[in-house]
């Protein structure tokens, strides 16, 4: 099995709002994905899983916005079927390479305090908590743990 990086395309956007469903306590609908096909700013990938009964599903996908030499990550999931493989690690790692050509020298994200899976992975691939925003998340009341990791 192979992973594959693409672009966003719309193509995409039915598997991965099958993948929010499953994924989050506020799932993106599908006129936000679609709003990303035509942000400026959007730095938006999809894994593809390549090889065997896989072809070209969507596995994962990560959507970030650059502005100047900062990148902000703004949603990345793992379909469950491919969690715990490395795929959001290898994610990370290809988007920082290519932001680095970008010119991002910073990246930042905020989690939910609870969301520990996300937190280990962030915390494996180099960020650091600057910061805690207070009921961030208004469904829930949870607090944001606000991160962020140097590009070198
Ligand atoms: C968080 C998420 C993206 C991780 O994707 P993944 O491909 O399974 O992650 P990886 O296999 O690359 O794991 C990398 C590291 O993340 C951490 N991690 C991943 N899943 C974990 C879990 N269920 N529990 C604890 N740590 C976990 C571990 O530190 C892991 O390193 P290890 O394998 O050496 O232990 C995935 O669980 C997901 O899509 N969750 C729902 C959406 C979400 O919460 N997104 C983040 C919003 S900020």
């Known amino acids: ?4 990086l693409s672009s966003l395309s719309l193509h995409d956007i039915e598997e ?8 989050f306590k506020a799932p993106w609908s599908r006129s936000l994905f679609l709003e990303e ?6 730095f938006d990938y999809v894994v593809k899983l390549t ?3 896989n072809d070209e599903s969507v596995a994962a996908y990560i959507c970030c916005r650059i502005i100047g030499s ?3 990550i703004l949603r990345i999931a793992v379909s469950p079927k491919w969690r715990n493989l490395g ?6 790692d290809n988007c920082f390479k290519m932001a680095l050509n970008k010119s991002v020298t910073s990246v930042f994200l905020e989690v939910r305090d609870s969301n520990r899976a996300a937190i280990s992975l962030y ?3 180099g960020f650091t908590q600057i910061g805690n925003r207070h009921n961030y998340y208004s469904e829930t009341g949870e607090d944001a743990v606000v991160l962020m990791k140097k590009l070198t």
Request: with cysteine; net charge negative.
């Open 1 to 4: 099995m192979d992973f594959n």
């Open 16 to 23: 991965i709002l099958a993948i929010e469903e499953v994924s």
């Open 37 to 42: 096909l035509d942000c400026k700013t959007a």
């Open 51 to 53: 090889g065997g009964e």
């Open 70 to 72: 900062e990148m902000n």
């Open 87 to 92: 795929i959001a690690s290898w994610l990370l």
């Open 123 to 125: 915390n494996k691939a």
